[in-house]
T-cell receptor, first 114, second 114 residues
Framework: NAGVTQTPKFQVLKTGQSMTLQCAQD?????MSWYRQDPGMGLRLIHYSVGAGITDQGEVPNGYNVSRSTTEDFPLRLLSAAPSQTSVYFC?????????????FGDGTRLSIL | GENVEQHPSTLSVQEGDSAVIKCTYSDSASNYFPWYKQELGKRPQLIIDIRSNVGEKKDQRIAVTLNKTAKHFSLHITETQPEDSAVYFCAASHPSGSARQLTFGSGTQLTVLP
């Protein structure tokens, strides 16, 4: 199993551009989530999904959209990039309902907004 | 929502000594408490977790204790080694309503000095 795969690994955007961060898992996990990691602030939940067709907001959802059309994929869309969205983004998956299970993280996407 | 505070933010110990990292949480309904280790530039990885029906859990040199009354839990690493140097994150999770998510602490940078 590849586990959780995130693409791209690095990206530089200009303010106002849009882009999609890809996340795929091959473990048949129901729960998937997106976090952003900023220095000194730990990991903050952006959006999560408990199964295909179901998504919900986390702690910091503004400026981001998600969809879950399949169990495997959970893309994160930045609608209009802002410098405040410069961060490292991690996708994670876990079995069952997810909130009480070990999270399997991807390698992260390092995003810079100029 | 849940709030998790983690202390200290940095910790330096001599090789062979013990290290203790403490976290407090705010929501008494939280019932799952994992710890993640993140090496520089890498993904967070689960090292140990505990559920609210257990007071202590050990795995070789790592242990976690939970005090539900005081709403705090701690990570104990004994006989520290240089490869233990990393950032450690605690988290708390609870199933209430739509808030089925993990809330992370802000992290502790552990440095083990040879």
């Amino acid at each position: 199993n590849a586990g959780v795969t995130q693409t791209p690994k690095f990206q530089v955007l200009k303010t106002g551009q849009s882009m999609t961060l890809q996340c795929a898992q091959d473990m048949n996990h129901e729960y998937m989530s997106w976090y952003r990691q900023d220095p000194g602030m730990g990991l903050r939940l952006i959006h999560y999904s408990v199964g295909a067709g179901i998504t919900d907001q986390g702690e910091v959802p503004n400026g981001y959209n998600v969809s879950r059309s399949t169990t495997e994929d959970f893309p994160l869309r930045l609608l209009s990039a802002a410098p405040s969205q410069t961060s490292v983004y991690f996708c994670a998956s876990s079995p069952g309902q997810g909130w009480n299970q070990p999270q399997h993280f991807g390698d992260g996407t390092r995003l810079s907004i100029l | 929502g849940e709030n998790v505070e983690q202390h200290p933010s940095t910790l330096s110990v001599q090789e062979g000594d013990s290290a203790v990292i403490k976290c407090t949480y705010s929501d008494s309904a939280s019932n799952y408490f994992p710890w993640y280790k993140q090496e520089l530039g890498k993904r967070p990885q689960l090292i140990i977790d505990i559920r609210s029906n257990v007071g202590e859990k050990k795995d070789q040199r790592i242990a976690v204790t939970l005090n539900k009354t005081a709403k705090h839990f701690s990570l104990h690493i004994t006989e520290t080694q240089p490869e233990d140097s990393a950032v450690y994150f605690c988290a708390a999770s609870h199933p209430s309503g739509s808030a089925r998510q993990l809330t992370f602490g802000s992290g502790t940078q552990l440095t083990v000095l040879p």
